[in-house]
């Protein structure tokens, strides 16, 4: 199966990994918003997907998880932003929905090969 690039499969496999890693941190935090402390978590969604790019091999690797800085805390020190969590709730779900597409695509063509192919 020499003829199959499958790089771009990784990639988009990697990235719906990353969307759906980044979907439940986006639901953590708000489901945390009351909690006193609790400081908002992201994925390094960018970094992730150079990594890929860069041919490094993330299939056994969590997405790196790390706070999010620069967000205003409320007096029991809580920085939960409810408008931002939602805007980026919004954001992963398009962004997987997309990648959903993009497979989808994908596949109807290795699928119309494999027909032409008979």
């Known amino acids: 199966m020499s003829w199959l690039n499958t790089a771009p499969l990784l990639l988009l496999e990697r990235y719906m990994d990353v969307t759906s890693m980044r979907q439940t941190l986006v639901t953590t935090n708000l489901a945390n918003i009351d909690t006193p402390g609790y400081h908002t978590r992201d994925v390094d969604f960018r970094g992730e997907l150079q990594r890929v790019m860069n041919g490094e091999d993330t299939s056994m690797m ?10 205003i805390a409320r007096p029991d020190g809580n920085n939960v932003s409810v408008d931002r969590e939602s805007l980026l709730l919004a954001e992963v779900q398009l962004q997987f929905k997309a990648a959903t597409a993009v497979l989808r695509s994908e596949f109807a063509e290795i699928n119309t090969a494999i027909r032409e192919g008979q």
């Open 62 to 71: 969590s997405p790196f998880v790390m706070p999010v800085r620069g967000l």
